[in-house]
Every structure is written in C-alpha cells, then in structure tokens.
C-alpha cells in the first residue's frame, strides 16, 4: 500500500504563512496557489451581506434622550395637572422629611459631600419637570370596569391629555397602557385605543410628540405581531404616517422571557423598549408575596437575557417597580419608604437599567436624588478621562494610571449625556470635544 504525505504549508523563515501565493509540499513538489481576485470578491460580497443584515437587527442606541422613569397613573385619576401635582407633593415631602444635608444623606443613601448640590437639583426638577414619561393606565392599575364606564374614562383622559398639551404642560414622554392579549381582553384593549386617539385627533388635529403604548403580559409573539398590525391598520384608517405609532413591551411572563428576540422580530421597528414586570414574573415563578422584589436572584436571569437579547437593538430597557410606599406621613416611615426605592434605583443603575417605574409621589424624590447622586460621583473623573481620549485621539489615552478602550469612552460619553438629560449637571459643565 502506497503511502500519502499531507498537505503541509511551507512555513516562512519568520513563521508564517505566504499570504497570496501560498506554496504547499504536495507529493514532494511544491505548488504555487492563489485565489483569484473573483473568488474574493464574492467571499467579501457575503462579508458585507452579514454586516448589512447585523446593522439592521442591531442598529445602536436611539439618539434621543431616555426618561429615568415612567410614571403610571390610573386612568380615572389622570388630569391635566397630576404631574404637577405629584411634583407638588413631592416637595411637600422633601421639605417636611428631608430638609438638610444629614436628613438628604440619611434618607437616600448620598454621600453628604454631595447632599447640598443634590437637593438643590431635586428641587429644581421637581418644580420644573417632575414626571419625564407617564403611562395612562387601563390595565392593572385601573381595574376591570363595564364598557360603558372605560368609554367615559377615555373620553376623560383625551380631554385633560389635550389640556396639558395645549397649556405645555403634557411630559416629554406620555401614553397608555392598554389591556393585555393574554387574559381575554384583546378587544376591550383596541377598542380603548382607537376611542384615545380617535378621540384626541378630533379634539387637537394632530398626536403630540412623545407619545408610546404599553403593551403588558405577553405570552405569544404572534399577540405582538397582531397588535403590531392593529396599529398599522390604524395608522391607514386615520391617515399617520407609517410607523409613528411606537409601543414597549412589558417583559413579566416566563414566555416572554424565554421568547424576547421573536418578540423583537415580531414588533418590527415599532418597538420603543422593554419594561421589566417584577410582580407578575415572580408570581409566575412561584415565589411568595414577600420575595416579589426587583433585587431577587430570579429577576437577575431575566433582566440578563434582556441585555443581552436586546444589546444594540435600539430597543431600549426599563427595571420594574416597587410597592413601598409611605405608611403614614411620619418622617420615620417617609424615610423608611425612601431608603427602599433609592437602594433599588441604585441596584438598577449599576445593573445598567437607566429607567424604571415610579408609582406614588414619595418616589419621585428619591429617584432624581439617587439618580444625580450617581451621576454626581465620579463626574470630574469622567469628563477628564473621557478629553484626555479625544485629546489623546484614542493613542493609549489615559488617566491616573487608567488606559481606557473605545467601548469605555462611549459609556462614560453615554453616561455624561444622560445626566444633562435628567437635569443632574447642566451641559457646560460637561462639554465634550466631538
């Protein structure tokens, strides 16, 4: 039996490979073999075809400024003055529970370094914008109603959403959540849809800007796709342009879990983000009444896949909730129920969840304080680090002994912008080059 020797590379005196015109011992005999310019042009053609198809899937972060929470209200007690009004209660809480830089300290967890200046900003943000998305609320927080009763409550919310637009005071961020396909209500669900803003181009002429539907408890992809061309149907019927109806998707089944990237096929370019439903996840799974909290270790595996699912998307993340609320109107339970939320809007942001949702007025001060806290620290370091990279034009940029990457330069630019976003510096203080 004759023997085969294998095809083997000549290896150059550096250790390589001639790239172009390789030379292999075939038999004994050494043979020339490059590839024709043709063959790696098509080779390059598919290259490109994958990169076009992941741009597509995976076009970046939105360029517009996210809200560092939604608000949800029950639709029998929107008005056109509620977020005014919970900004107004808001207040009343800080002065009379945290009135100094010991009380700020103690009640949210800020360094007293920081304190002053975080107060200062709070109040400011309350006064001028306490609620930067709200959510109309016909689902859970609004309750089962007859027909007739949810028709009046819709015709209400179109007639205060159409005060506050025209006295400027509607959110940057507003909408409704509309009932969920998975319990039956699918129909109730688009009927209060179309009465909105059927409802709301008749009373204005035109859908304020900023405006997204909640779509809740998802358990099939095709319920998104449905709900997807209900809008779309819509959209002819009234005459809006294609696609300017946006929705989020609330992410609290275990289906909706397990099924999020054909939940994002589904939705198409529709999907604005993805709001992470603690209490019905974690009722889903089993857990007790008084585990259902955002910071339990059976959350971690859905807000990971949502990260990663989602990464690049576009589609934006939002953490859940919680249901600690004051009490009473003593200080020490006013405290209580702040520590609480601002340890869990902080679990959030170092989690990278920049939103979340706000549910009584006593959260709103403690989601702007813990946000600008966080912002706050290490602010200097970021601005410096991230001009020493543009001054540096990315050649081994670093500072104090921090040699930093692209990918960092770009979070710390991202985590900069979205503080000038939420009122926690003001823009000056953080010009950038570029």
Same mark, same amino acid.
């Given at each position: ?31 020339? %073999? ?11 053609? +598919? ?66 370094? =920081? ?5 200062? +900003? ?51 961020? &507003? ?40 779509? $809740? ?36 089944? $275990? ?8 939940? %994002? ?19 889903? =799974? ?7 909290? =955002? ?7 859905? +807000?990971? %896949? ?31 129920? &702040? ?36 912002? =706050? ?11 020493? &990279? ?42 950038? $080059?570029?």
């Amino acid at each position: 039996m004759g023997h085969h020797r294998a095809l083997t590379p000549v290896i150059t005196p550096f250790g390589g490979v001639p790239i172009g015109n390789v030379c292999l011992s075939v038999f004994g005999r050494e043979t020339a %073999v490059k590839l024709t310019l043709s063959s790696l042009d098509e080779l390059s053609a +598919r290259v490109e075809e994958v990169r076009a198809e992941h741009d597509r899937r995976y076009p970046g972060d939105p360029a517009e400024r996210q809200p560092v929470h939604t608000v949800y209200v029950p639709a029998d007690r929107f008005t056109a003055s509620t977020p005014a009004d919970l900004g107004a209660e808001a207040l009343r809480l800080l002065d009379a529970h945290a009135p100094d830089r010991a009380a700020m300290a103690a009640a949210f967890g800020v360094d007293q370094s =920081l304190a002053d200046a975080v107060r200062r +900003r709070v109040v400011a943000k309350l006064s001028r914008e306490p609620v930067e998305d709200v959510r109309i609320d016909f689902e859970d927080g609004y309750g089962v109603r007859d027909d007739e009763e949810e028709d009046a409550h819709v015709a209400r919310a179109v007639e205060e959403v159409a005060k506050a637009y025209e006295a400027r005071r509607l959110p940057y961020y &507003w909408g409704l959540r509309v009932r969920s396909f998975a319990d039956g209500g699918h129909e109730r669900g688009m009927r209060t849809l179309d009465g909105f803003l059927t409802g709301l181009a008749e009373r204005l002429g035109k859908l304020p800007g900023g405006f997204v539907v909640t779509f $809740p408890k998802i358990i099939a992809p095709e319920h998104v796709a449905i709900f997807a061309d209900f809008l779309s149907r819509f959209e002819d019927e009234i005459g809006l342009p294609q696609n300017m109806l946006r929705f989020e998707v609330q992410i609290e089944t $275990p289906e909706s879990v397990a099924g999020l990237r054909e939940i %994002v096929d589904a939705a198409g370019s529709r999907l604005s983000a993805a709001h992470f439903g603690v209490y019905d996840y974690t009722a889903a =799974l089993g857990l007790p009444p008084s585990e259902q909290r =955002l910071d339990h270790p059976a959350c971690e595996y859905a +807000r990971h %896949v949502m990260q990663v699912t989602l990464a690049g998307t576009g589609v934006r993340l939002s953490d859940g909730s919680t249901n600690i609320v004051p009490a009473s109107d003593e200080t020490a339970d006013v405290n209580r129920a &702040w520590r609480r939320h601002a340890a869990l809007v902080r679990y959030s942001l170092f989690h990278g969840y920049n939103q979340g949702w706000d549910m009584h007025a006593a959260h709103l001060a403690s989601r702007f304080a813990t946000v600008y806290a966080f912002h =706050l620290t290490g602010l200097d370091e970021a601005v410096d680090r991230v001009r020493s &990279w543009h001054e540096a034009d990315g050649a081994d940029a670093r500072t104090d002994g921090v040699i930093d990457e692209p990918a960092t330069i770009k979070a710390l630019t991202n985590r900069l912008r979205r503080a000038v976003d939420c009122g926690a510096v003001d823009a000056d203080e953080v010009s950038l $080059p570029g």
